[in-house]
Antibody, heavy 126, light 108 residues
Framework: EVQLVQSGAEVKKPGESLKISCKGS????????IGWVRQMPGKGLEWMGI????????RYTPSFQGQVTISADKSISTAYLQWSSLKASDTAMYYC???????????????????WGQGTMVTVSS | EIVLTQSPGTLSLSPGERATLSCRAS???????LAWYQQKPGQAPRLLIY???SRATGIPDRFSGSGSGTDFTLTISRLEPEDFAVYHC?????????FGQGTKVEIK
């Protein structure tokens, strides 16, 4: 079974660092982009960025660039999301998901997140 | 960055009724790279539709997607009790993706 399993919930204080993980199984991890998605309490989904574990090529949404670091260790099929100094506003559920491409004709492709992790709740509070 | 605006914010309907959800993009979405997801409380999102109109594996045929360019629609032909949830649209192009703010389909 293809799945992404995320690390457990975290409770941190402002200013602390954190690294959460997303481990893939049942598929060739290096063949797909892995994305991170934020969902603040009661809010919608936000695309943070994606990484290609095969070569660690990373693309950030501008609003998250410099705020978080996305990385991957292909040897253990795991992607990471990390913060160097957490803020209360980082309190949210964080999902990883596998980005899959579909041929749309005329040499073009469409993309969607087909497999999702169960989510990691991060709470930042003094 | 392409901004996706979903409407309405909340849709109040009864089981058996038809639901029509809209997703409008601020710029044309390339290669119809528009997807729809369903999210229930306490769960991760689930892919329903990709490529604007193709159903994902295991998705019932009461769910259908349509549209191109800047206007997209998700239709649920006859609402089942398990369909009451939040629906998100998402686009991807030029290595960037964005989501809409979501539409909640609630029981009237």
């Amino acid at each position: 079974e293809v799945q992404l399993v995320q690390s457990g919930a975290e409770v941190k204080k402002p200013g602390e660092s954190l690294k959460i993980s997303c481990k893939g199984s049942g598929h060739i991890f290096t063949n797909y982009w892995i994305g991170w998605v934020r969902q603040m309490p009661g809010k919608g989904l936000e695309w943070m960025g994606i990484i290609y574990p095969g070569d660690s090529d990373t693309r950030y949404t501008p609003s998250f660039q410099g705020q978080v670091t996305i990385s991957a260790d292909k040897s253990i099929s795991t992607a990471y999301l990390q913060w160097s100094s957490l803020k209360a506003s980082d309190t949210a559920m964080y999902y990883c998901a596998r980005l899959e491409s579909y041929y749309a004709g005329s040499g073009l492709y469409s993309y969607a997140f087909t497999i999702w992790g169960q989510g990691t709740m991060v709470t930042v509070s003094s | 960055e392409i901004v996706l605006t979903q409407s309405p914010g909340t849709l109040s309907l009864s089981p058996g009724e038809r639901a029509t959800l809209s997703c409008r993009a601020s710029q044309s979405v390339a290669s119809r790279s528009l997807a729809w997801y369903q999210q229930k409380p306490g769960q991760a999102p689930r892919l329903l539709i990709y490529g604007a109109s193709s159903r994902a594996t295991g998705i019932p045929d009461r769910f259908s997607g349509s549209g191109s360019g800047t206007d997209f629609t998700l239709t649920i032909s006859r609402l089942e009790p398990e369909d009451f949830a939040v629906y998100h649209c998402q686009q991807y192009g030029s290595s960037r993706g964005t989501f809409g703010q979501g539409t909640k389909v609630e029981i009237k």
